[in-house]
Nanobody
């Protein structure tokens, strides 16, 4: 099983980034996918989640209206489009998978290595 996140980097406040997470080794289309983040000195928090069909999504209050999660089951990939980025969005972002879930949970089955997002002028 592998979850490979990419797309992180340095961006100015107000800018955008698109994270991707490529999955392999499991039946991607049967898994609820989530993005988490962990900022320096802070606990890991859920950012967004999406059901296997892509028909229902969840977004944390702190990112609603700015971040959009999506998935392409044909490509075994989940995305996080991040717009209007703020310095407080600076964190390591992780993707994770949970079989059969209907909503975000911290008890994920698989976790990927993170990608660093830094929002700074």
């Amino acid at each position: 099983v592998q979850l490979q996140a990419s797309g992180g980097g340095l961006v100015q406040p107000g800018g955008s980034l698109r994270l991707s997470c490529a999955a392999s080794g499991f039946t991607f289309s049967s898994y609820y996918m989530s993005w988490f983040r962990q900022a320096p000195g802070k606990e890991c928090e859920i950012v967004a989640g999406i059901r296997w069909s892509g028909g229902e999504t969840y977004g944390a209050d702190s990112v609603k209206g700015r971040f959009t999660i999506s998935r392409d089951n044909a490509k075994n990939t989940v995305y996080l489009q991040m717009d209007i980025l703020k310095p407080e969005d600076t964190a390591v972002y992780f993707c994770a998978a949970k079989f059969g879930a209907y909503a975000p949970t911290g008890n994920m089955d698989y976790w990927g290595k993170g990608t660093l997002v830094t929002v700074s002028s």
